[in-house]
């Protein structure tokens, strides 16, 4: 029996129809994927910055347990600007990166260091709030 056989009307073509389901199925995978490779891949972004270079990332961290407010506010414009780049501008600065990766490299170590000092900030004062709103 040949699937060409097989009438559209009987009971078996209904089987072969899993199309709503895995429409349904694999958005919903994939953002199951990407909640744990996300965090997986910034956690080995960030072990990576730290094993470079560990002085410019701790003077980083301190800078950003200091300056809590003020490095989430250029977290937020970095991300800003790379969000809204078409593909000639993130080829560009790709580019512009890897013509200078020693200071690139530094940089982003020092910019690990900040972003983690200040998230992690961030959580004490927001777990300090909890406990005493209650």
């Not at 078996?12 to 990407?34: G, Y």
């Amino acid at each position: 029996m040949s699937l060409s056989s097989i009438d559209s009307a009987s009971p078996a073509a209904a089987t072969f129809d899993a199309t709503p389901m895995l429409k349904k199925e694999i958005p919903s995978l994939w953002k199951r994927v990407m909640n744990v490779a996300i965090p997986i891949l910034k956690f080995t972004a960030v072990t990576a910055a730290y094993i470079i270079n560990p002085s410019l990332f701790v003077v980083g961290a301190v800078i950003g347990v200091i300056c809590h407010q003020t490095m989430r506010e250029v977290a937020h414009k970095i991300q800003t600007i790379w969000q809204e780049q078409d593909w000639a501008g993130r080829m560009f600065i790709g580019t512009l990166v890897l013509f200078s990766l020693p200071i690139f490299t530094a940089a982003a170590t020092f910019l690990a260091g900040a972003h983690c000092g200040a998230v992690v900030t961030a959580e004490a004062l927001k777990r300090a709030r909890e406990r005493h709103a209650i």
